[in-house]
């Protein structure tokens, strides 16, 4: 039970960040819950990428353990 719950936390916040990654990229459309990416300021995209890479770090280091 613990290790599904270890996978789920670090699985979801990546899943989400990527999410938000590919609409930036245009290689998912954009739809009401990610409209405001369409005016995203410099900063905002530096940390939806950086959060992108973070957690995809974090995620392979923890399920490595």
Known sequence: MQDIL???FNLI???LF???SLTLLGLVK????TAFLSDASATTKFSI?????A?????VVDLMK
Request: no cysteine.
């Open 6 to 8: 270890e996978i789920l």
């Open 13 to 15: 916040p990546l899943a």
């Open 18 to 20: 990527l999410y938000l």
């Open 30 to 33: 954009r739809n009401k819950h």
């Open 49 to 53: 990428y950086g959060g992108t890479i």
């Open 55 to 59: 957690f995809a770090i974090m995620t």
